[in-house]
Nanobody
Framework: QVQLEESGGGLVQAGGSLRLSCAASGRTFSSYVMGWFRQAPGKERAFIATISRSGGITSYSDSVKGRFTISRDNPENTVYLQMNSLKPEDTAVYYC?????????????????WGQGTQVTVSS
């Protein structure tokens, strides 16, 4: 069992930056592929980014590529999402996810565990 807790969301002006953190419980963090998703009002939850167990492989959706960076600190059981050049359309609830599968598995939204989400609001 893994519990995920996101933090770092908030209100930011367009063009600004935020860093989200996701702290995981348990001693098997490094055995999970980790990722971030978001859900905007009235829309389905969508894949944003994922990172392999070692951190050597990352993948991003086209909507955030070049602006967001995912990273992880295995000894600290934490995965991060650095968000730069934020746009109003980035406004959403951001979710952390963990998967026992591959990077591709998480890209398809197949997570074994989800966090509760953190709100990010970007004002124009």
């Amino acid at each position: 069992q893994v519990q995920l807790e996101e933090s770092g969301g908030g209100l930011v002006q367009a063009g600004g930056s935020l860093r989200l953190s996701c702290a995981a419980s348990g001693r098997t963090f490094s055995s999970y592929v980790m990722g971030w998703f978001r859900q905007a009002p009235g829309k389905e939850r969508a894949f944003i980014a994922t990172i392999s167990r070692s951190g050597g492989i990352t993948s991003y959706s086209d909507s955030v590529k070049g602006r967001f960076t995912i990273s992880r600190d295995n000894p600290e059981n934490t995965v991060y999402l650095q968000m730069n050049s934020l746009k109003p359309e980035d406004t959403a609830v951001y979710y952390c996810a963990a998967s026992r599968g591959s990077v591709g598995t998480l890209e398809r939204g197949r997570a074994d565990y989800w966090g509760q989400g953190t709100q990010v609001t970007v004002s124009s």
